[in-house]
């Protein structure tokens, strides 16, 4: 099954001195959310990376779009590349 994948870097967010850096994903395809959020969770998991936050912000025209946010602007390009 093919998922397409469009991203784009939102404004980073200070915080603890640091300033975090978000993803905002939009995601199609035949997969549920639920499924997505697996997938990602999961890659997330084997490469030792932590989200700050991983969630859906809203579906539209069979479109779903995921907000992700990381401490280091590696961890961020890290996943922009999985799943970009």
């Known amino acids: ?12 967010m200070f ?23 697996a997938e990602m969770r999961a890659w997330l998991a084997e490469q030792n990376i932590v ?3 991983l969630k859906m912000l809203h579906v539209l025209k069979f479109r779903v779009v995921f ?6 602007d590696a961890d961020a390009d890290k996943f922009v590349e999985k799943f970009g």
């Open 51 to 53: 989200a700050r936050e």
């Open 15 to 37: 915080r603890g001195g640091s300033i975090l850096k978000t993803v905002v994903a939009a995601r199609d395809g035949h997969q549920s959310v639920a499924d997505h959020l």
């Open 67 to 72: 907000r992700a946010t990381f401490d280091s």
């Open 1 to 12: 099954m093919t998922v397409s994948a469009e991203w784009q870097y939102a404004a980073g």
